[in-house]
């Protein structure tokens, strides 16, 4: 009995802790103009803190399963904020979630001129700026952290004076599937990112790394270069905490020797994380 009563005060506490976080305006603004109104009223899309809309003339388009607070937006992922600023999007074009997103504050994103796809469980990190005017598409489970900037366009046009040649200033970005960008990462045009790629801090990505190698490499510098191969990013936040303790416990060792071969991805761990509403 004990336990029911506990249980039923602690989703009252969550309820009453979700009305005063989320801003309803721009909840209702975003979800009620841009989605069908059978989806729209489960809420997919939850604004949490400040958020600018300048345009909405474009599509807001979800992919999969709808629930509640599906895409989050404002949402402390960082554990700190990068900026105080608040988010601000355009969406001219097509805005496509293919399932959760979790998007922190002060995040700028804008489809002037061409779409901008994020796959399953993207997180996306405060201050981030994702500028589309030809086409980028971001893959499942890849992490941007704060401070990044991946624009598919140089904005303005550079002529060879010796040539009098003068290029195309857009081209797609691609960022393949559980990627961990780095705080700091610029991603510009024609940048294809292969799956399982780490970018070292203030790194400049700017070309088809494919050609290179095919995934799990560590990528940095300005050019961005791989610097090793066969890597990956636990993303389990069990492991980490065990991996936290192995160390915290040895002092003197630097390496905790695992098992050979690409670690499992923890999904029903993620998914459960994307599907917590408060």
């Known amino acids: 009995m004990r336990e029911y009563i506990k249980r039923i005060l602690r989703h009252i506490y969550h309820f009453f802790r979700l009305l005063w976080l989320v801003n309803w305006r721009a909840t209702i603004r975003l979800n009620f103009r841009k ?3 059978s989806t729209a009223c489960k809420l997919p899309i939850l604004v949490y803190g400040k958020l600018k809309i300048y345009d909405l003339s474009g599509r807001i388009i979800i992919r999969g399963p709808v629930c ?3 895409v989050k937006v404002g949402r402390n992922v960082d554990s700190h904020y990068s900026t105080c600023l608040p988010g601000q999007w355009t969406i001219s074009q097509d805005l496509i979630f293919n399932g959760h997103i979790m998007i922190s504050g002060g995040v700028t994103i ?3 001129k061409g779409p901008l796809e994020l796959g399953r469980c993207c997180v996306i990190g405060s201050g981030t700026m994702l500028k589309s005017q ?3 598409i971001i893959g499942d489970f890849t992490r941007i952290a704060y401070g990044c900037v991946i624009m598919d366009t140089n904005m ?3 002529k060879d004076i010796e040539t009098g040649r003068i ?5 797609p970005i691609v960022i ?5 960008l780095n705080p700091g990462t610029v991603v510009s045009k024609n940048a294809v990112v292969p799956d399982y790629t780490i970018t070292g801090r203030n790194s400049l990505v700017n070309k088809d790394y494919s050609e290179q190698y095919t995934s799990h490499a560590f990528i940095a510098g300005a050019p961005a270069k791989p610097v090793s191969y066969h890597v990956q990013r636990i993303f389990s936040n069990q492991m980490e905490g065990d991996l936290r303790r192995y160390f915290e416990e040895n002092g003197t060792r ?3 020797q695992g098992v050979k071969g690409e670690e499992e991805d923890p999904y029903e761990e993620i998914v459960g994380m994307f599907c917590y509403n408060y």
């Open 68 to 70: 509640r607070g599906l």
């Open 176 to 180: 393949g599937q559980r990627c961990w």
């Open 134 to 136: 030809y086409g980028i």
């Open 254 to 256: 630097i390496v905790f």
């Open 156 to 158: 303005h046009f550079i």
């Open 110 to 112: 804008e489809t002037y």
């Open 35 to 37: 989605l069908p109104f």
């Open 167 to 171: 290029g195309k200033v857009t081209g």
